[in-house]
């Protein structure tokens, strides 16, 4: 099987699946009924061998908890990651109330993931079918998240998992990180990360980057945009904060929750927004 081939498949899934619109039973407003949740993902290959993999257990990036490939899936040959945008309606609604995220959002966060989680179960049975053992990791029975509810701490350390959609993406070439700790792509800021472990062999993506900030232009409107000051130029975001603030919105609107006010009205929202080379202290 080839690049193209799986690509191809992914597209086709997105675009036929039901559940990338929002239906009657979900539907917080009956306006909402029929909104489609993401436009056509990036995808991106590294080799599980790629020594970004083994920089991830260092303590200043996530830990020594980090997972590595060949841990979840022993004779894998590929990480594949995928990056899904969330439709301009999503993102538009998202610029309208400044204090509250928009109901639009709130479905892209959680019937968005919902959706995810689906098509990568697809890809991976997909891959399976024509002989390639396959892991995704953020719905294996391994993988584990831990906050500082959980750790009896509030250091910013212990906002961590055993697996990271965002520095997967950044390894598998599709962008880097901006400000807020979301990842700035070709398609933007605005969306939603999943990846797949597999035995298959596809060729490495090319890092069209070599700095983590690379595609981040500081300009500080992600700051500006956040109802829970927990973005700051100097420290970037501030989970405890972040976190702070997403309670709140889950009272209101529980069982949905999500911001993403970082991630609109921003110049990195649809792509990227200055290829410039940043280096550290510059």
Known sequence: MDKKTLINETGYYINISKDNYINEQTALKSDLIGLKIFDDPLIGFADVNDSYFNKLRNDEVIGRNFVLPKEWNYTAKTVISLFFPFTQKIKEANKDNKNWPSLEWLHGRIEGQKLINEICSHIKKYLEENGYKTVVPCIDKRFSTKSPIETNTNDEKYYTSNWSERHIA????????????????????????????????????????????????????????????????????????????????????KPWYGCGKCQVNVPCENGIPIIITRKNGA
């Not at 945009?225 to 420290?235: F, L, M, V, Y």
């Not at 970037?236 to 997403?246: A, E, Q």
């Open 170 to 253: 950044y390894i598998c070439g599709l962008g880097t990180f901006g400000l807020s700790k979301g990842l700035i792509t070709a398609k933007g800021m605005a969306g939603r990360l999943g990846s797949l472990i597999t035995d298959g062999y596809f060729e490495p993506d090319k890092r069209n980057y070599t700095e983590i900030y690379e595609y981040c232009i500081l300009c500080g409107k992600c700051a500006k945009n956040c109802p829970g000051d927990a973005i700051t130029i100097e420290q970037g975001k501030i989970h405890s904060k972040c976190n702070i603030f997403l309670d709140k919105v889950r009272e209101k609107h």
